[in-house]
């Protein structure tokens, strides 16, 4: 490669920094600047003056400093040791840096690891991007496949025994100078290709009743999760994170909390994997780009998180990537738009901020990678509406372009119902082809409980408003009965304790057996008051059984919810 | 006591004084977000940070603002790093100012040494969660949303409420157990008669050395009011993860902080967000807020108690709005608390503590702690709903429970949440009324605590189930 002249600071403003006299410099090309090397990208070229964007502190940045065009887009170095990992927004491993953190941490020399190669290839092979070269066990959960990077074809020449190599030796050569190591980089604004996209239509099973049962998920989709502040948002995105049955979840926190990420931290090394019996860290990458730490390195890490999911899915795994919360990243491109003078569209926000979040959302999907397997990027979306307003940009663009709408309602969660996941906004565009999988599967009646229980809900709603007026005995008797459904609904089935071993994650048959067992209980009261049994006499009784069932036993067991059903049966029996 | 002394070079071309903002021409090697110093005329300094340079042009935010400064009379000077304070215990036991010169009359503060106000993000993989509880002496806070160590929780408040002596009380009579305890106190934008208040509630406090605090006055320069929250901070860090205290860090009130940063913005030109403010006032917050927490292998904490006073009372205001994203819960104090004569008018259904969980119960605080708050706060819901019930049907048409909730309500308003102005509450105490409170209510409507619970604490004299 050519080395590139150095060129000048010319004007710094926070995070953003003019250079002149970069010769051949290209657009989103990376750059360092100053004496400490600061690391920067290229976000606008006029008449020899680069305006880049800085992913440090720029404290004493004076022009006249120098700096330099690194050749290549920002990218990350993919590889062995991801896993289990913590890192900003633009790469840097925060296990290795200091407690407070500094720009030098990222000039600190890495130490190499060594990892144990098992190839599956042989010398002589025809490869191409997408082979699997070789295996690394990288934690007991998850199986590391080294594939020949997307672009590469050619016979494989030679490849290294098996046996432990160290990360800066070469594992095989292509030809005759393509060179292959355990890590390789990509830029991460650029999706990684796949062979092709195929429809998604397998549920991603979330373990959170509300989600699963009402506003379901496929693998290789999009879902946003919309909420004030105290509805719950982080917490609801920790279960999907802890109990979700993605192969390998890649956990984004862009501009949220420092204490949220120690609590993270501190608990997914101790918590087991439903699936795997591992523990939860060993299937898990953490992206964590603070609110306080520099604005331009969280612009970058939902990229970032975005392309290590990606990196996976070519190896044949579902991934997921959770982002909380989108709307800091688009604070971020304000703030730069902002410094750079551009023109404001909707409130400050850059004109291109609906065609970004498209773009970023549209990295998900169902897929044929490379290598033939089947595989996923299924990506979680949270926003943070300022004042709770669900109008505003961030907030209306990214529901245009996401197929599942998780709303989080202030009241449900004033109430202490979590998850506050509401039923008058949510949203799954994926319902109806989901509800074919469970047909298919045996459960051919899946899509219309599914309807019924939310016409329920939002029946009671209706009813609610109007007994608020009139009261709750004006009201006909069926119409008591639906109130009385809702209500159960709500806390025997919608309701789910994080904090509870038994409830904080619920299987699927589990979770159905509690919903028939209300809708059983829904049934028998409709069938008494179409004999004549008064409302007033239904409701006298206790059905508390049913909202305790979902705790009593683990997450597995459909007992608890079935005895209750049979108990609350017999005493409506009892009152006829 | 940020750095004034005299430079080597001076730079006199002054191309423009705007507000705050001051244009120096042919400068050279100046970096972005150095410290400035002015010398006027007569001999006055001013203090300053570099907010843009741009070849030989550097703009000056001035925190005492401009008026006064004539642009050929003016000598500029830069001191070749971001503004820095001494840190130390020496800063106990003192009062200074916004700009941390010292206004006790007592001899500047000298320090070990010197940090950049701005500080370091904290690495989230080195910290640890806040776990331990800090004893308020405030039943409202200790029973029903702990303040954890390490936690950041606001009051939201209103204008004309006690907020500032509720901030002082606890200020003045906060402990951690069978640890040392510091406290700094900033106030930003508050009236003299405040001020008075606040000195007199913690001088006790700091004479015996455990606090310092920093006043900004309401007549003070609006700039300055940036830099206070952030000197605040460098010497708690320090007297944290340096020398292992537990750090109380009270900012009072976050609202002028915010109005100071918009009036900056508005007068660099920057294009505004929701209400005029920033669109970059979230980082700005947040480079606030996370300044607090706890460390691996150090065993200090930083804790904050920002306090704010919501525009006309509104939650959606970006004040409110950003700090409830970036903060562990919030306390809030209502005007309808104030009119039922309770100090501290503290609205607990709005209130939560997200840390509470970790920092109360067996080992930490109490063992029933935290399944009495829960059936606390469940009993003040259902008494809402009563009275909302009651206002529309009146009193006698409520059935018998509905009226024993009203009177649990009223129960916990007066004789758990009210207390004195000088009153430091055990949390035995503070606990211990809220079984008084629970009593009141008929025992099957206890669900949240197990039986054992309730046979151990509940005194039902007079009280049928």
């Not at chain 1, 997408?130 to 020949?148: F, M």
Request: charged share 25%; with cysteine.
């Amino acid at each position: 490669m050519i080395e590139a002249s150095a060129g000048k600071v010319r004007r710094v403003n926070g995070p953003v920094v003019e250079v002149t006299g970069l010769k051949g410099i290209a657009a989103a090309e990376l750059l360092e600047v100053g004496p400490e090397r600061l690391p920067g990208e290229a976000i606008m070229i006029r008449e020899g003056v680069v305006t880049a964007q800085v992913y440090a502190y720029t404290g004493g940045l004076a022009p006249g400093a120098e700096a330099h065009g690194l050749g290549r887009p920002l990218s990350v170095a993919l590889g062995p040791g991801l896993l289990g990992g913590v890192f900003d927004g633009t790469m840097q491993s925060l296990g290795d840096a200091g407690e407070m953190l500094s720009v030098a941490d990222r000039l600190l020399p890495r130490a190499g690891r060594r990892w144990d190669f098992q190839p599956r290839a042989r010398a002589g092979d025809d490869v191409a991007g997408g082979t699997v070269l070789g295996v690394i066990q990288e934690t007991p959960a998850i199986e590391h496949r080294l594939l020949v990077p997307p672009g590469m074809r050619g016979k494989l020449t030679w490849i290294a025994d098996a046996g432990a190599h160290s990360s800066d030796e070469p594992l095989a050569t292509i030809g005759t100078d393509l060179r292959i190591q355990f890590s390789s980089n990509w830029p991460v604004r650029k999706p990684r290709p796949v062979a092709e996209r195929l429809p998604a239509g397998q549920p991603l099973v979330t373990g959170q009743r509300v989600l699963d049962l009402l506003y379901p998920i496929a693998k290789g989709s999009t879902a946003c999760v919309p909420g004030g502040f105290g509805t719950g948002k982080t917490m609801l995105l920790q279960q999907m994170a802890k109990w979700s049955d993605a192969d390998v979840i890649v956990y984004v926190a862009c501009g949220e909390r420092g204490n949220e990420m120690a609590d993270v931290l501190d608990e997914f090394p101790r918590l087991v994997d439903a699936r795997s019996g591992r523990s939860l860290m060993d299937r898990t990458v953490i992206i964590a780009n603070t609110s306080n730490m520099p604005v331009m390195a969280r612009e970058a890490s939902i990229y970032t998180g975005v392309t290590i999911a990606e990196y996976f899915r070519d190896m044949g795994y579902h991934s997921m990537v959770i982002a909380d919360s989108t709307s800091r990243w688009a604070e971020a491109l304000r703030e730069f738009a902002s410094r750079t003078g551009q023109l404001p569209a909707e409130e400050g926000y850059p004109a291109a901020l609906s065609s970004n979040l498209a773009a970023f959302y549209e990295r998900a999907g169902y897929a044929r990678t490379l290598a033939g397997a089947e595989a996923s990027v299924t990506v979680i979306g949270a926003v943070s509406p300022p004042g709770g307003d669900m109008t505003e940009p961030v907030t209306a663009h990214t529901t245009r372009f996401v197929r599942s709408l998780w709303s989080l309602d202030r009241d449900l969660a004033y109430a202490r119902h979590y998850p506050a996941v509401g039923w008058t906004d949510s949203f799954s565009r994926d319902a109806e082809r989901l509800a074919s999988w469970h047909a298919a599967r045996g459960d051919p009646l899946w899509g219309a409980r599914r309807e019924r229980v939310i016409a329920l809900l939002g029946e009671s709603d209706r009813l609610r408003s109007v007994a608020e007026l009139i009261g709750r005995t004006a009201l006909p008797d069926r119409e008591r009965v639906v109130l009385l459904a809702a209500e159960l609904i709500r806390e025997a089935v919608l309701q789910q304790s994080a904090l509870s071993t038994n409830d904080a994650y619920c299987t699927p048959p589990k979770q159905a057996a509690l919903m028939d067992a209300v809708l059983r209980v829904y049934d028998r009261c409709i069938d008494l008051v179409r004999a004549g049994v008064p409302a007033s006499l239904i409701e006298g009784v206790d059905l508390s059984a049913l909202a305790r069932a979902k705790d009593l036993g683990g997450p597995q067991d459909t007992e608890a919810a079935a005895t209750a059903a049979d108990q609350l049966l017999a005493q409506l029996e009892a009152i006829k | 006591m940020i750095q004034s002394r005299s430079l080597p070079v001076e730079y006199s071309h002054v191309t423009s004084v705007e507000g705050p903002l001051l244009v120096v021409r042919g400068v050279d090697g100046v970096g972005w977000d150095e410290q400035a110093v002015i010398k006027l005329d007569s001999g006055e300094l001013r203090h300053g940070q570099v907010l843009e340079v741009d070849r030989d042009l550097a703009v000056v935010e001035m925190f005492e603002g401009g008026d006064g400064i004539k642009p050929d009379g003016v000598r500029v000077a830069f001191t070749g790093s971001p503004i820095r304070i001494p840190v130390g215990e020496g800063w106990m036991g003192r009062v200074c100012n916004g700009r941390g010169d010292v206004i006790d009359g007592g001899p500047p503060v000298m320090g070990a040494e010197w940090r950049n106000v701005a500080g370091s993000p904290i690495n989230p993989a080195r910290r640890v969660p806040p776990r331990d509880p800090i004893i308020t002496g405030m039943s409202a806070v200790d029973g029903l949303a702990t303040l954890v160590r390490g936690q950041k929780l606001p009051i939201f408040s209103v204008g004309g409420l006690p907020h500032l002596e509720l901030a002082a009380q606890i200020a003045a009579q906060a402990s951690v157990e069978g640890s040392t305890f510091r406290i700094i106190f900033a106030a930003m934008g508050i009236t003299n008669a405040d001020a008075d208040l606040v000195r007199d509630a913690l001088e006790e406090r700091a004479q015996r050395g455990e606090l310092a605090l920093l006043i900004n006055l309401a007549g003070d320069p609006v700039v300055e009011r940036i830099l206070v929250p952030r000197l605040a901070l460098t010497i708690a860090e320090h007297l944290a993860f340096d020398l292992g205290h537990h750090v109380l860090v009270v900012m009072c009130d976050m609202t002028s902080y915010c109005e100071a940063v918009r009036e900056a913005a508005a007068a660099r030109g920057e294009i505004p967000g929701r209400r005029g403010y920033p669109g970059h006032l979230y980082s700005d917050l947040a480079a606030v807020y996370e300044r607090c927490g706890r460390l691996r292998g150090r065993p200090g904490s930083i804790t904050q108690l920002p306090v704010l006073t919501m525009p006309a009372g509104d939650i959606t205001h970006p004040v409110p709005d950003l700090t409830g994203y970036i903060t562990e819960g919030q306390l809030v104090l209502s005007a309808e608390m104030q009119a039922q004569g309770v100090y501290p008018p503290f609205e607990a259904l709005s209130s939560l503590s997200r840390l509470m969980r970790n920092g109360a119960g067996p080992g930490r605080t109490r063992d029933d702690h935290l399944p009495v708050s829960a059936q606390v706060f469940a009993a003040l819901a259902r008494a809402r709903q009563a009275r909302e019930l009651e206002e529309m049907v009146g009193a006698d048409a409520l059935s018998e429970t509905d009226q024993r909730y009203l009177r649990f309500a009223s129960e916990v308003n007066h004789s758990m949440l009210n207390q004195r102005r000088d009153e430091a509450r055990s949390l035995d105490d503070t606990l211990d009324r809220a079984w008084q409170a629970l009593a009141v209510l008929p025992r099957r409507e206890l669900t949240m605590l197990s039986a054992q619970l309730v046979d151990q604490h509940l005194r039902t004299e007079g009280v049928v189930g």
